[in-house]
């Protein structure tokens, strides 16, 4: 089991323990002699109706998570993927119901409407005025008897929230919300399972598939089909919610983050729902944001609902709870587009070509050297870094080999200086830049010198700005003893053996000085040939043996 855990047991009190110490006294909890965690609003007005939610866990923020004012005002939490027990719902309706009465929102599922609705029909033969909405927006499976409840209970939250929080009385706040419920779609996908702590993951998605119609607690979907692309599946999200919605006005859309998805995806699948014709007809977007997770599972969804002026001031209406995805209009991406400012011609577009059939043939060695090492350099780099060295010089190896008709190939110092270009604009990450500092001081030596004193010049430019020195584990222990070879006279063969003999040194050199390297452990390193030191030993060995 890999979470971070006390005992398994604890796990949703002590998650709530924190929620509440997080929450800078907006929240409070009853007491350990609940029969299970209640989150409460800290501050409650008994003249307005009480909004209970909450069903398993495993969701966060949901439920607990948006316990504030303008929307809930008690979350009953249940152990993982379980729902709370009757009592323990009974208790958080007790704790909140005022004269105004309370409104339960629940998701459709089997566990969550029996317990809710005993303790609702309790709460009510003790002089309660309780009402329960059941939320069934999920699309998945159209000829279900019972749509389960995903993402799109939470539009009923706020919307409920902002009645509530005017004063609207439960009767009114409870058909706001059944109507909301009527009208929201949702539909969510998902590229593996989510990890339940204490059970071992569910192995039922292949890597190169998506699963359609999600189940929040791990329930096979729908469908199963080959990933593609993000767009091609946007695409037919969109299109199947497009058929339930009930016009083709404007809607309301939260994308949600099912848990195991990175920011960086979650910002293109925005991107890619904009390019839809559901995507034009939003005139206001909630997120992307985890709101409705479960657990890790790397997967989204998306939630329509078909929007009137009510909902609209519903859910813009301001809420002092963090976990909510504030609902703004989106822009649209052509408005904010700008030129981009006017570059200097670099030194490749001002240069003019010419022929050097020695000159080319090194540079075609050298870089299909760095092609050709491309998985044995990401292998080396997966040890001590992120594993992509190799991808890293075989991009910018192709992009010379892409250029080199383009290249002043008998003009030293214009070569250098386009290389120098070429790294910038190809290789990227510190390799890259590193390079370019060594091709341009190359080449602003070139012309007052021999090949081997400004390459060496070069090496020195490179250690200035870069800050490493031979013995810091980078590719500068291959690449000084091998320009030392050549400024000694042994040419390409002696610079070849001595850049190995420096690369395989690396495998002894304990801690790193500089570098991605600096940052890992001298036990994971030693024995490890630097994954730089590699590439360049190899580059001068491919064209010393071409040669």
């Not at 670099?346 to 010419?354: F, G, M």
């Amino acid at each position: 089991m890999r979470h971070f855990v006390n005992d398994l047991d604890d796990l949703v009190s002590e998650g709530l323990d924190g929620t509440i110490i997080s929450a800078h006294g907006a929240l409070q909890r009853l007491d350990q002699d609940a029969p299970a965690p209640v989150a409460l609003r800290s501050q409650l007005d008994p003249q307005h109706v009480a909004l209970v939610s909450g069903g398993g866990s495993g969701h966060e923020p949901s439920h607990a998570g948006f316990v504030g004012e303008g929307l809930l005002s008690a979350s009953v939490c249940g152990s993982v993927f379980a729902s709370p027990s009757v009592d323990a719902v009974l208790a958080g309706i007790l704790a909140v119901t005022g004269k105004a009465g309370c409104l339960l929102i629940v998701m459709n599922y089997t566990g969550d409407r029996l317990n809710f609705g005993l303790a609702a029909e309790r709460a009510r033969a003790m002089g309660h005025d309780v009402e329960m909405v059941v939320v069934a927006d999920d699309i998945a499976m159209a000829d279900a008897a019972q749509p389960r409840g995903i993402a799109g209970t939470l539009l009923v939250h706020k919307i409920a929230g902002h009645l509530a929080e005017q004063g609207k009385d439960l009767q009114t706040v409870a058909a706001a919300a059944r109507d909301v419920a009527d009208r929201v779609v949702s539909l969510g996908v998902a590229r593996d399972t989510g990890t339940v702590p204490g059970n071992d993951a569910v192995d039922r998605i292949d890597a190169a598939e998506v699963e359609i119609g999600l189940g929040i607690h791990g329930e096979p979907g729908v469908e199963t089909k080959t990933f593609k692309a993000l767009s091609d599946l946007v695409e037919d999200m969109t299109q199947r919610l497009q058929t339930e919605i009930a016009h083709d006005g404007p809607i309301a859309l939260l994308i949600n983050d099912l848990g195991g998805t990175s920011a960086l995806e979650m910002s293109a699948v925005t991107a890619a729902v904009a390019k839809t014709e559901l995507g034009s007809r939003v005139e206001l977007l909630l997120g992307p944001a985890a709101v409705m997770t479960s657990t890790d599972m790397p997967g989204f969804s998306l939630s329509a609902l078909p929007l009137t002026d009510d909902d609209r001031e519903a859910l813009t209406s301001t809420t002092a709870v963090p976990s909510w995805p504030t609902a703004g209009v989106p822009v649209r991406l052509a408005e904010h587009v700008v030129s981009s400012p006017q570059m200097p011609a670099s030194a490749l577009e001002s240069s003019t070509p010419s022929r050097n059939d020695d000159v080319r043939s090194l540079l075609e060695l050298a870089c299909q050297s760095c092609i050709d090492s491309k998985g044995e350099l990401n292998d080396l780099d997966a040890k001590v870094g992120d594993g992509d060295t190799g991808s890293t010089f075989a991009h910018a190896a192709r992009g010379v080999q892409e250029r080199l008709d383009q290249l002043p190939l008998d003009d030293p110092e214009a070569l250098c200086r386009s290389l120098s270009a070429l790294m910038t604009q190809q290789m990227g990450g510190s390799s890259g830049v590193l390079l370019a500092l060594f091709f341009e001081h190359t080449g602003e030596a070139v012309s007052d010198t021999d090949w081997p004193s400004a390459l060496a010049r070069g090496l020195h430019g490179m250690m200035d700005l870069g800050g490493a020195d031979v013995g810091d584990r980078t590719m500068i222990d291959a690449l000084s003893p091998a320009i030392e070879a050549l400024q000694d006279g042994q040419g390409l063969q002696g610079a070849a053996e001595a850049a190995r003999k420096g690369a395989d040194g690396t495998q002894a050199l304990g801690s790193a000085g500089a570098g991605r390297s600096a940052h890992v452990s001298q036990e994971s390193l030693n024995g490890v040939t630097d994954p730089g030191a590699e590439a360049v030993a190899r580059v001068l060995e491919a064209m010393s043996q071409g040669r």
